[in-house]
């Protein structure tokens, strides 16, 4: 808040505060919980939630059992009553309510929490002996429920603290010579206190059990969850030097198919980090000395000759020619390790041996055949395996003379397609053979041959990123011939699998 005068009047001016909402604060809170805690707290919950859940379960199943049992012996008592219609001394049907009550309390033995109780004319004659006795008869409670339900019969449920709880039933008994009652009395104390010892018991196993379960949860989750960290620390530990480390890969679940796929991605940073220092270093390397032409060139022009300056602007636009096609290069070699550098289909085969070989009599006057022709399809790139074998093609022509024999040729297995170019110059000495293949790798140069050495390297590229392989042999009668082997189906880099 902000005070100010204007004249003699203060002015006050307040300047509202922002309170971050109750629920960004807890959002912001349960991002420091580690991802480990959250898994073992949610264990805990869910075990608890449903441990409690199967408690309630069992103590409603288990009181209702309770209560379809104390019912069932009400039922049997009173059917048992009711049958009891004659006295066994006379065989004549009872007169006396009195006797029909002691016959009845005297034959029928009650359960141990049962007490069957007579009454005649509101007195009490006879009844059962358990070891609650007179104490409960005279419970207050109890005799409000014999004066409630004199009249119609019927069950009462007592909660006493004496005696728990206390199903209180009343059978009516009326005939000419008078009228009377029995009643059943049931004791649910016993059960509820064995329910409840169940139920402590099984708090007790379920407690234990919880601590368990969330001890395993947080030690499987931690299990789980190293690769996790493992990536967090690799990822921390990577710097643009260094991008050699890898996930260790165990198992194969969604974390390990995460594992390999954060590895092939560290792998293409690493390639492709390696390839920016490559070209920056080669670029670097090979434009110094055409830069350094131009510009002693361009320091020693005498603008005045014009047949100088012709002489000379001919030679800087060759060197600038010479630069863009080095640079090209350069930059199709360090392209070539990028997922988008092919664009694979279904190629014929025999198609590409003949075009290639209509292109390539362009490149000189040689005396260009065909040592054999594939037939079938194969999935590759036609535009960078066209571009290869009109590499070696120009290879080829620079190394021999005019009117020698250059060859192509092509065949195929079920799984393997092999091309090639031949032919019949000096050949490539077999010391040189795998430095040829990389960058600025040259062997022994002919006369005229103004190139950057990045030729082969180039084919080597392209048929590397089929998962192909490039060998050098000797050809007949000499010469050399370089052939290309290439899968049939050369499968692109999918997504990380599903469990």
């Not at 049997?76 to 309390?105: K, M």
């Not at 001890?215 to 990577?238: F, K, M, N, V, W």
């Not at 000759?305 to 090209?328: C, H, Q």
Request: cysteine-free; hydrophobic content about 35%; overall charge negative.
């Amino acid at each position: 808040m902000t005070t100010g005068t204007t004249g003699t009047t203060p002015t006050t001016v307040t300047t509202p505060t922002t309170e971050r909402p109750r629920s960004g604060r807890f959002r912001g809170r349960l991002a420091r919980v580690s991802v480990r805690t959250r898994i073992a707290t949610v264990i805990a919950l869910l075990t608890a939630v449903a441990m409690a859940g199967a408690g309630l379960l069992v103590y409603a199943l288990e009181s209702a059992r309770i209560e379809r049992l104390v019912t069932s012996q009400i039922t049997q008592e009173i059917a048992e009553f009711r049958e009891l219609r004659r006295d066994p001394n006379t065989g004549e049907p009872f007169d006396d309510v009195g006797r029909l009550l002691d016959v009845f309390l005297t034959r029928n033995v009650p359960d141990d929490d049962e007490m069957l109780v007579g009454y005649v004319e509101g007195a009490r004659t006879i009844r059962t002996l358990n070891r609650y006795g007179q104490e409960f008869l005279d419970e207050p409670a109890y005799l409000r429920v014999l004066e409630d339900r004199a009249d119609d019969g019927g069950t009462s449920i007592l909660d006493s603290e004496a005696f728990g709880e206390v199903w209180v039933t009343l059978v009516p008994v009326r005939n000419a010579q008078g009228e009377g009652s029995l009643v059943i009395v049931n004791f649910l104390a016993d059960e509820h206190e064995e329910l409840e010892s169940t139920l402590r018991t099984y708090s007790v196993v379920a407690f234990l059990s919880l601590l368990l379960i969330t001890g395993l949860g947080a030690l499987q989750s931690g299990r789980l969850l190293a690769p996790l960290r493992t990536l967090e620390e690799t990822a921390r530990d990577i710097s643009t030097t260094d991008l050699s480390r890898r996930i260790p890969e165990r198992g194969n679940d969604d974390i390990t198919s995460l594992t390999r796929t954060i590895n092939s991605m560290f792998g293409r940073l690493d390639d492709g980090f390696r390839d920016q220092r490559q070209f920056l270093d080669d670029a670097g390397h090979e434009l110094r000395t055409p830069l350094t032409v131009l510009r002693g060139h361009l320091e020693l022009l005498d603008e005045g000759d014009p047949a100088e300056r012709a002489e000379t602007k001919e030679l800087l636009l060759d060197e600038i020619d010479r630069m863009s096609r080095l640079v090209g290069d350069l930059i199709l070699l360090a392209k070539s390790r990028r997922p988008d550098f092919l664009v694979v289909g279904d190629t014929d085969l025999e198609t590409l041996t003949q075009t290639v070989l209509a292109k390539a009599r362009g490149l000189g006057d040689r005396d260009w055949t065909l040592d054999g022709v594939a037939s079938g399809t194969a999935r590759l790139d036609e535009q960078r395996i066209t571009q290869a074998l009109l590499q070696l093609a120009d290879n080829a022509v620079k190394h021999t003379d005019p009117g020698a024999e250059i060859a192509l040729g092509s065949s195929r297995t079920d799984d393997v397609v092999r091309l090639w170019v031949r032919d019949t110059g000096d050949g490539i000495d077999p010391a040189d053979r795998d430095t040829v293949l990389q960058r600025f790798g040259r062997s022994r140069v002919r006369p005229g041959d103004e190139g950057f050495g990045l030729g082969l390297s180039i084919v080597h590229a392209i048929v590397e990123a089929h998962g192909g392989s490039v060998a050098i042999h000797d050809a007949e009668p000499h010469g050399a011939r370089v052939e290309l082997t290439l899968p049939t189906d050369h499968s692109q880099e999918t997504s990380w699998p599903r469990s």
